[in-house]
């Protein structure tokens, strides 16, 4: 069946300027929500719609919003957009920013008409350069056409969007982090409660939202509800981008359903695994979820599929890895990762990313032994769930995942001193 899509323009085309997103049918839905919908309205129907965010977590945008206080409060109230996307694996985002920006800008619109927000920060990967002119090219067209400033889109009310460039750590992709940045301080998550809605940029209520999620709700107003739900599965509805990378034929940016069985994206959207040779794992959701095996590849990639498979959709960045590459160098790759964007504040997370990584390379190396294997489960253990932000439990789900899908592998490279696949890439 052939899919409607509706982030981004069809044939790898791009809707840049103001005038090719409005011949596509933009910033209709924003007037239709601003002119005819109460704030109320737009949000029960996001809500109805089934909409989860798109950054990773997966929790209800709509029931996000409802958690914003009342407009006319005593502060103002903001939207901080994340599009730092710095986690391996996942590059989905930049395609929105790049190609179809006015959709990003339409969607803030809607937003801070739902939740009464007066400005929108949208906090963009510092590496992504062409996203950010692109953007902020946009956000200058609109604004000189009405669409944003006061009194945009002809109503008595004051609303803007300002783009800043991220300073270039994966820990400014956690809201609270990110919050941080955008303020002018050191990147590092703040300890919870108070929530962004309570108490988000400079004190004030703030929703926190990515790219793709806020990119989705011009399409939920323009076609409603009951059209989001008929797309993807009863509780993961609507399309979503994913990003697939690796060795495949194709790698790039999808624009499918949620419940996409993860072998047709692989094989008939990506082209299949390079030089023919046979598939061995993938990461289904950006480094920070636990890999799959080969054998697993008929799962649907939505949240209740991969829960059930023993991994998560996180952000939809697929990494396929195949026969020749060495189980425990991946795990290396991404260990040093974690340990590199660690921001110190928990003893956990500052302490086990180090001796995680430590463990793994003297099992690669062929100096490690079979308790090192049990400890990699042990260390993993005291890192889930013990820290202010997730960075701990993503990198504790990477190691112990890789160890408890290719265990044979990792015990190959104790009972034989070494790497059995001496070919494979260098970590």
Known sequence: MAVERYLLPPDGADWRSLDAYRRAGGYEAAQRALQGLAPEAVIEEVKASGLRGRGGAGFSTGQKWSFMPKPGGPKPTFIACNGDESEPGTFKDRQIVERNPHLLVEGLII????IGARAAYVYLRGEY???????????????????????????????????????????CG??????????????????????????????????VNNVETISQVPAIIRKGAAWFKSIGTPTSTG??????????????????????????????????????????AIIPGGVSMPVLSAEQVDVRMDHESLKQAGTLLGTGGIVVIDETACMVRAAIVIARFFRHESCGQC?????????????????ESGQGSLADLETI????????????????????????????RFRSEFEAHVHGKGCPLPESFEP
């Open 111 to 114: 937003t801070a008409h739902a």
């Open 239 to 280: 399309n979503t981008l994913y990003g697939i990378s690796g060795h495949v034929n194709r790698p790039g940016v999808y624009e499918l359903p949620l419940g996409t069985p993860l072998r047709e994206i692989i094989e008939v959207h990506a082209g299949g695994v390079r030089n023919g040779k046979r598939l061995k």
């Open 347 to 363: 003893t956990q997370c500052r302490e086990g990313t180090a001796w995680l990584y430590k463990l793994l390379r003297r099992i």
């Open 377 to 404: 489960d042990q260390v993993g253990g005291y890192m889930e769930g013990q820290t202010i932000c997730a960075l701990s439990d993503a990198a504790a789900w990477a190691a112990t995942g890789f160890l408890r």
């Open 174 to 207: 956690e809201e609270t982090g990110m919050i941080e940045s955008a303020e002018g301080k050191k990147g590092q998550p703040r300890k919870r409660p108070p929530f962004p809605a309570v108490y988000g940029l400079w004190g004030c209520p703030t929703t």
């Open 129 to 171: 350069v062409t996203g950010f002119r692109t953007l902020v090219t946009a956000v200058d067209e609109a604004r000189a056409a009405g669409l944003l400033g006061s009194r945009h889109c002809g109503i008595e009310r004051e609303f803007d969007v300002h783009v800043m460039r991220g300073a270039g750590a994966y820990i």
